[in-house]
């Protein structure tokens, strides 16, 4: 689960996750108890308008800009977020 | 000035009668409220900078004879996953501890643009996850009514600054029940309005169905007050809804007669003593008022725990999968591949609470699962929500508890992370079907811990909830 989740775990972590989530997966599984086989997925809380209702207009506006958004970045560099190596050449 | 006893009203009076200024008011207020923090660890920083520029528009204001904003000159305090531009906004976490946000959150744009002054950003769980403000990055915060206790999650530091003194009023966010259980702890009022009642623009998701921001006050009259500034609908948050924003504060009449409650027996059953009785005089201060109260059923009550946990995780588990080390501050030091950056990244960066969130998300989202748990789950949400349909058919209003205990002592939860989520069953509920709830103070136990009853009610009547919420503010508990 970790891995598909991208998280680095240590061995200890591992170990009291472990515990913690099958005790937590073993309540959820009273869900099967409950008939569901007529009802529709509910997805969005409140949905009384068509789909496209709360859509804005195609219209572009000012964006966050270069500078901005890369205030944050852990390592930035000639304009974009810099990363370690994906391809090796 | 006694900073704890002001009030919206006391400091609009205090500024129009030229008793002080508002620039005056913020110095005094953020050097109060630096003072105390260390007693509570509330705040996670201040805003002195931002702080007094707002309090100065509202002196200029005052000058020229403007009319001023609802919320003019008051000091009020921010919860950390609400983006403040300029204001350093860490969700509680290791991984935003060094971020700088580049844009506002729309409430905090509206309730500045009403004169409030913001003075600082409150502590939280991390990622607004957790009942207990326990599992933040930077130390849990105390409850000021106890000092030893939680004062509950995952909002607990802007319920504490309101408890304490050290704000006036204060933004939450409520997930699951993340305002209104800290409330309940703290003895303050704690608004979760309908869902798209206000926008979430700026609100570091957690989980986007069910998140919402929402106010702290120590009076239903200042919430109101607080919530009419930033309700409405805004165009940078498509969820959030073209319903017209009533002026809360003017239908505080009293007129509570004949409003129907109900008491949903599936949530009386198990009550603890104390939290009971206290909430069985709370119902009767109502029925004095004239109020007609009946028992209704929420007969999918027993699934919501799990149906909640299902759905948050697994929207928790996308919304935070942007925390991987490139564009948000931290970054694990020393990785050789893009892989290995992202993994140690999070593994180093989110706490305990947040990765067992992700982990379980992830996997009810999983290939294979996806059906038994998510969709399952979605559909449950459909049952719940017409549970409370149905039970507004009957009833205008729905009296519940909060919590099933009053404020624990620090450390005494953290090691029974389901034993936490079950405590959850009152407010989740409320989240899963999107009507607007608030707890409201109810009395001390004997020990002095303050509980908090809760009034729910249909989508986007807030008027009704705050009607009764103020009618019973105003009435206190039969002897």
Redesign the interface.
Known sequence: ??G???????DA?VV??QA??D???E????????D?SN????????YE?EET????ADVPAPP?GNQ??L?????PGAGY?K????IER | MDIPSLSIGRVREGLLSRRFSAAELAAEALGYAQAENPKTNAYLHFSPERALAAAKRVDEQIARGEELGPLAGVPVAVKDVILTEGVRTTCGSKLLADYIPPYDATAVIRLERAGGVIVGKTNCDEFAMGSSTENSAFGPVRNPVALDRVPGGSSGGSAAVVAQGTAVVALGSDTGGSIRQPASFCGVVGVTPTYGRVSRYGLTAFASSLDHIGPFSRSVKDAATLLGVIAGRDPHDSTSADAPVPDYTALLDGNVKGLKLGLPREYLKDLMSETGDLISRGVKTLESLGCEVREISLPSTDYAIACYYIICTAEASSNLARYDGVRYTFRSEASDTLSDMYRNTRGEGFGAECKRRIMLGTYVLSSGYYDAYYLKAQKVRAIVARDFANAFEEVDAILAPVSPFPAFKLGEKVDDPLAMYLSDIYTITGSLAGIPCMSVPCGTTAGGLPVGMQILTRHFDETTMFRLADAFERAGLPA
């Open positions: 689960m970790a598909l989740a991208n998280l680095k775990l240590t972590e009291r996750f913690d989530l005790g937590i997966l309540h959820i599984g009273k869900l099967n108890e409950i569901t009802i529709a997925p509910m997805a969005q809380v409140l308008a209702a709360t859509l804005r966050l901005a958004a205030a944050n970045a852990a390592q977020f990363v370690p190596i994906v």
